[in-house]
């Protein structure tokens, strides 16, 4: 008599089960946040995720007592969990392809169909589904799988004092000063350049500039950044090397980002900066790819103040209770402003806490403003996301331009009262840069580069000068304070096209203003 192996018994038994409801209700959660990889936390998705296995659990339980048959209730409740979570796809294709047309009713009918020829097939007495459960139980298994690894392509942490790229242009003799400085740099994501905001939207910044040389800013006249998407620039910027020098995996034909969020996190700046005893401070912004939360300070508002994250408002519009918004009874687009204002009060809100920190800093503050959602009126007053946007959720250059207006104005005001308190809570006089990653949206392509560039360099104003890029900015920061011998490399603006990052050409950089 042959014997039974207990291992093989095990599996054949688990897989027989009819378990699969359960898998299948977790893996809409799971898909979405590998779809959205490098934008959210993986934290993001725990509670959507226990819910959805929740309702998945309670369907099965609800349809099981109507059948009392396992496999029969199972098999049921994959369909109806399909229809379910499905229908917000399907919603939001047809109105991307037909964004004129009317079809919710039909689409809803189309839904009841099949909700009603699911239960038809399923009750059918001949049909017990007792041999489909190992083979919906693997494929389920196997969506999972599929989906977890994909979520977690990027790896785990790294050690702080690490490379994201190599050919990052580091230096071990970088000598920090008896009385080192606090370095605070300002990412202002779409911060255009002053003569860009009058020329394209009549809006006169000039009282903002003329605040900022009062306090001994340097402010750029003829300021660009060198690339025109955010993930370029600050890869370049962070890295004080032109992106097609720093690594070769940055090819014309290749879209990969993964090496590229590595190197914004893991930077030539920071690792300059800790490998001299420096403390990191940053700021949660959002999205996954830009946090740097292995910093030594990393400032993360509480829980969103709507008791609803942005992720589970998208994971709610991809599914059949997107109904619950035209109820009244959620609106994710309310939530997506509450987050949006809570990390930038977080941000503004700290200062005076980061500007206190005993040990020397560099604090890397990236500010999602002026840059969409709109969610501040000039004062400060919260807004409404989609009142700046159309049906398709696209913005139309006139509500652009006015909430592009809006937050620039309430985000001068906090900028001029940060600036402030961190000079008043320093005692040696600190580095700020304030930069614009690129300009505003809906430009001509060459005026899209020009960005705002403020800089405050105690003692040394001198070796500013107007036509600076984002690229040599630190290169100036450790050559002048810190004894580094980095080369001032030619400052040149590429564009790139969506989605070929990489293929880069040249734009002209030119400059009517003496460079000093």
Not at 264 to 281: C, D, I, P
């Given at each position: 008599m042959k014997k039974t192996n207990p291992t093989l018994v095990c599996l054949t038994s688990f897989f027989s089960a009819p378990w699969y409801p359960v898998a299948i209700s977790a893996y809409p959660v799971l898909a979405l946040m590998s779809a959205n990889t490098g934008q959210i936390q993986p934290s993001a998705g725990i509670r959507p995720l226990i819910v959805s296995v929740l309702f998945g659990g309670l369907l099965y339980l609800i349809v099981w007592l109507f059948f009392r048959k396992a496999h029969k209730a199972a098999f049921l409740t994959t369909l109806l969990l399909a229809l379910f979570f499905t229908y917000g796809h399907a919603y939001m294709a047809l109105d991307a392809e037909y964004p004129d047309t009317n079809y919710t009713l039909w689409l809803a009918a189309g839904w009841v169909v099949l909700f009603a020829l699911s239960i038809f097939w399923v009750t059918r007495p001949k049909l017990t589904f007792v041999s489909s459960a190992s083979t919906l139980n693997t494929i389920a298994l196997a969506l999972l799988v599929m989906s977890l690894w994909q979520t977690n392509l990027r790896g785990g942490p790294r050690n702080v004092h690490a490379l994201g790229s190599k050919n990052s242009p580091v230096e071990a003799d970088l000598v920090k000063p008896e009385n080192p400085p606090d370095v605070y740099f300002f990412l202002l994501d779409s911060y255009g350049r002053a003569d860009l905001l009058q020329q394209a939207y009549g809006f006169d910044d000039s009282g903002f500039v003329n605040e900022l040389e009062q306090r001994g800013f340097f402010v750029a006249k003829c300021s660009q950044s060198n690339y025109v998407r955010t993930e370029l620039s600050l890869g370049s910027s962070l890295n004080m090397e032109y992106l097609q020098d720093?690594?070769?995996?940055?090819?014309?034909?290749?879209?990969?980002?993964?090496?590229?969020?590595?190197?914004?996190?893991?930077?030539?700046?920071?690792?300059?900066?800790?490998?001299?005893?420096?403390?990191?401070?940053?700021?949660?912004?959002?999205?996954?790819?830009?946090?740097?939360?292995?910093?030594?300070?990393?400032?993360?508002?509480?829980?969103?103040?709507?008791?609803?994250?942005?992720?589970?408002?998208?994971?709610?519009?991809?599914?059949?209770?997107?109904?619950?918004?035209?109820?009244g009874l959620v609106d994710p687009d309310y939530l997506l402003g509450v987050g949006f204002r809570d990390r930038f009060n977080n941000i503004f809100d700290n200062m005076e806490n980061v500007a206190k920190i005993q040990a020397p800093t560099f604090s890397y503050i990236h500010v999602i403003s002026p840059h969409p959602p709109f969610v501040f009126d000039p004062e400060g007053n919260p807004t409404y996301p989609p009142d700046f946007w159309n049906d398709q959720r696209q913005y139309p250059a006139d509500l652009y331009q006015k909430g592009y207006v809006n937050q620039v104005q309430h985000l001068n005001t906090k900028m001029l009262q940060a600036i402030d308190t961190i000079v008043a809570n320093s005692d040696t006089p600190p580095i700020i840069i304030i930069q614009g990653d690129h300009g505003p949206w809906l430009q001509p392509k060459n005026k899209r580069f020009w960005n705002l560039t403020a800089i405050y360099f105690p003692d040394h104003r001198d070796r500013l000068y107007a036509s600076i890029t984002p690229v040599n900015i630190f290169r100036l920061v450790f050559n002048t304070y810190f004894g580094g011998k980095y080369d001032i490399l030619k400052d040149v603006s590429y564009f790139s096209p969506v989605p070929n990052l990489y293929d880069f050409s040249e734009v002209p950089h030119p400059c009517d203003y003496p460079n000093n």
């Open positions: 720093l690594n070769d995996a940055f090819k014309p034909d290749t879209t990969a980002r993964r090496v590229l969020w590595d190197s914004l996190k893991y930077n030539a700046v920071r690792y300059n900066f800790e490998s001299m005893g420096y403390e990191t401070v940053t700021f949660a912004t959002g999205f996954d790819w830009l946090d740097v939360n292995d910093s030594d300070h990393f400032i993360s508002p509480p829980p969103a103040s709507s008791g609803m994250t942005e992720f589970e408002g998208l994971f709610l519009r991809t599914t059949l209770a997107r109904y619950a918004q035209d109820l």
